[in-house]
């Protein structure tokens, strides 16, 4: 079993900058991709970032590319998203997500989830 806890969200000014968490832990393995969606209010969840195992690969959504960044420390089973220059249209609940494979941006995709963090941009 996996379990992916994510952290670092909160409350923020447009313009500010946040980094969320994502930890993994239990019989996670090689070849585990992690990524990062998102779902605003009254929004479908939405693929923001993703990142291969090895960090060879990574995939950002058009709508934060050039804002936020994936990496991941597989010695710490963590996976990270810094997002800068934030804007109010960012606010959602993130979450972490984890399948074996490549990266995918259909959440049908993906084996396991956390919980969520939310994050709140205000104007």
């Known amino acids: 079993q996996v379990q992916l806890v994510e952290s670092g969200g909160g409350l923020v000014q447009a313009g500010g900058s946040l980094r969320l968490s994502c930890a993994a832990s239990?019989?996670?393995?090689?070849?585990?991709?992690m990524s990062w969606f998102r779902q605003g209010p009254g929004r479908e969840r939405e693929f923001v970032a993703g990142i291969s195992w090895s960090a060879m690969s990574n995939y950002v959504a058009d709508s934060v590319k050039g804002r936020f960044t994936i990496s991941r420390d597989n010695a710490e089973n963590t996976v990270y998203l810094q997002m800068n220059s934030l804007k109010p249209e960012d606010t959602a609940v993130y979450y972490c997500?984890?399948?074996?494979?490549?990266?995918?941006?259909?959440?049908?995709?993906?084996?396991?989830w956390g919980q969520g963090t939310q994050v709140t941009v205000s104007s």
């Open positions: 997500a984890a399948r074996y494979g490549a990266i995918g941006v259909l959440t049908t995709l993906y084996d396991y």
């Open positions: 239990g019989r996670t393995g090689s070849n585990f991709a």
